[in-house]
């Protein structure tokens, strides 16, 4: 089926169709997203789904969250902390290899281990003498993890040529990169600079420690930002021929973070300039050969998000689009959250109440959340839809009975207007493919089948 590029539908159509489905909803990293979740969960659950990891066919991936940062970015949007205090440091380092020494009393053997992020925060904003300690002390608890591929997030500011040394020595083969955006305004306004040719070195230097996959992280709809000054970012970007690309719309939420009322919303780029940038990031991107991968990110052909979406096994879940389908998540540390085949857990955000709690021998989580099967079978046709580009009622809800597919299908009812628009179009075989204008909405289509979103009070970011 040939569907029509981006490139070849006129802006004022895009611009209108954004206008008229103006709205705010869920990234839908999870499905029920996080604030459906209770404090109330039980605890036990927890232990129960760690207990039953142990089988070859349940691949697990960990998670250690490191919230630790240098200096504030104005617009950061992540559980992160600044200090210099290396006391504090180390001793969030104890408790969070505490809570690795607790969970991992809890879990049977063998657990196959296929996937290590390291996130945060910044984790290169430890010296390199303490990741290697925190990755010691995981391998000796978690036997079978120092198999599993490995990725880190950075800030190339803070990470040094022996930081690349000691992660390549230890296994990581992904590196993700905050770059964000190089105009000099830009930055400026977001307090966070560095130059063209700094980022260059850092690359160069990454690549010849021997790093086989780099992704770099950029913001449109930063202040002062301008389509002309975005593709100039993009243009030098593409100079560093990064293998991925994750291109975020920036979500300016300064009622619940304090630190981006610095940011003059008169700034901003107005939301037709800022819709701008993200057509123009898809059109030069994809011309320059990348595909365009499910909401925000960019891959090459031959990468394994791309291979993974043509054959229609891309998965999302916390730390982004991975190639491993059903993969379940434990994580470690302040707001680290873990998922399962029917539970999410978060452990408390703050550092210093996530130590008190671990050090006196209480649970670190603060909500959670037990899927029961229409949440299921509603966060596969999600996560379908937001990577796969394909709306389907899955298989499992045969077995749930005719009334309840019929429910389901009401749904899909929903979806003739998306329909009307060409974001979406029939499949013979029954359900819907989101056509490359589909894919800039995302977010609208997800949020048809989102059975929790009418009772919710929360103020999410804009959906485009
Ligand atoms: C954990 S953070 C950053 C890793 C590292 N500390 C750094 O700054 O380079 C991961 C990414 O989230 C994105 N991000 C952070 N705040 C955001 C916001 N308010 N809106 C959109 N994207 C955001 C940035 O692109 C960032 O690189
Ligand atoms: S963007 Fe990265 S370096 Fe900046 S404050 Fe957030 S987590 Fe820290």
């Not at 790093?211 to 002062?224: A, C, E, M, T, W």
């Not at 301008?226 to 979500?251: I, M, N």
């Amino acid at each position: 089926m040939k569907l029509k590029p981006l490139s070849e539908i006129p802006e004022e159509r895009i611009f209108e169709l954004v206008e008229r489905m103006d709205d705010r909803g869920p990234r839908y990293t999870s499905y029920p997203t996080a604030p459906v979740w209770k404090s109330d969960l039980p605890v036990e659950y927890l232990s129960e789904e760690l207990a039953s990891l142990s089988n070859s066919d349940r691949p697990v991936a960990v998670y250690l969250h490191l919230p630790y940062c240098r200096q504030r970015c104005l617009y950061c949007g992540c559980n992160s902390f600044i200090t210099y205090d290396s006391e504090r440091i180390a001793s969030y380092l104890a408790s969070l290899q505490r809570e690795i020494s607790q969970v991992a009393a809890a879990l049977p053997q063998p657990v196959s281990y296929e996937w290590l992020h390291l996130g945060g925060g910044t984790p290169t904003h430890l010296p390199p003498n303490a990741l290697a300690g925190l990755l010691d002390h995981l391998e000796r608890q978690l036997p079978g993890v120092e198999s599993a591929e490995r990725s880190i997030e950075v800030d190339p500011r803070v990470t040094t040529p022996e930081h690349l040394q000691l992660l390549r020595e230890r296994g990581f083969g992904r590196i993700s990169i905050g770059l964000q955006d190089l105009n000099p305004q830009v930055q400026q306004a977001i307090q966070r600079e560095y130059s063209f040719v700094e980022m260059q070195a850092f690359v160069k230097s990454c690549r010849q420690s021997g790093f086989q996959s780099i992704n770099i992280d950029l913001i449109y709809g930063l202040p002062f930002q301008t389509r002309v000054s975005w593709l100039e970012t993009l243009e030098q970007v593409l100079q560093l021929a990064p293998d991925r690309l994750a291109c975020f719309g920036y979500a300016h939420l300064p009622e619940r973070l304090k630190h981006q009322r610095l940011i003059k919303e008169e700034n901003l780029p107005l939301s037709r300039e800022r819709l701008g940038m993200l057509l123009d990031a898809n059109r030069f991107l994809v011309k320059q050969g990348y595909c365009a991968i499910g909401l925000d990110h960019f891959a090459l052909p031959g990468d394994k998000l791309a291979l993974a979406q043509q054959s229609g096994s891309l998965w999302r879940n916390f730390m982004g689009y991975t190639e491993i389908r059903g993969l379940e998540m434990i994580g470690f540390g302040a707001s680290a959250i873990s998922e399962f085949n029917t539970l999410y857990t978060q452990s408390e955000p703050n550092p210093e109440r996530y130590r008190e709690l671990i050090e006196s021998g209480k649970s670190p989580l603060i909500r959670g959340h037990r899927l029961d099967h229409d949440d299921v079978i509603r966060r596969q046709l999600i996560n379908d839809l937001m990577c796969n580009l394909i709306i389907r009622i899955p298989e499992a809800a045969d077995q749930a009975g005719v009334e309840y597919r019929a429910q389901l299908e009401n749904c899909l009812e929903r979806l003739t207007p998306f329909c009307e628009d060409d974001l979406i179009i029939p499949l013979d075989s029954g359900g819907y493919q989101v056509t490359p204008l589909g894919q800039l909405f995302l977010r609208n289509l997800a949020m048809q089948f989102d059975r929790y979103l009418p009772d919710q009070q929360v103020t999410f970011s804009r959906t485009v």
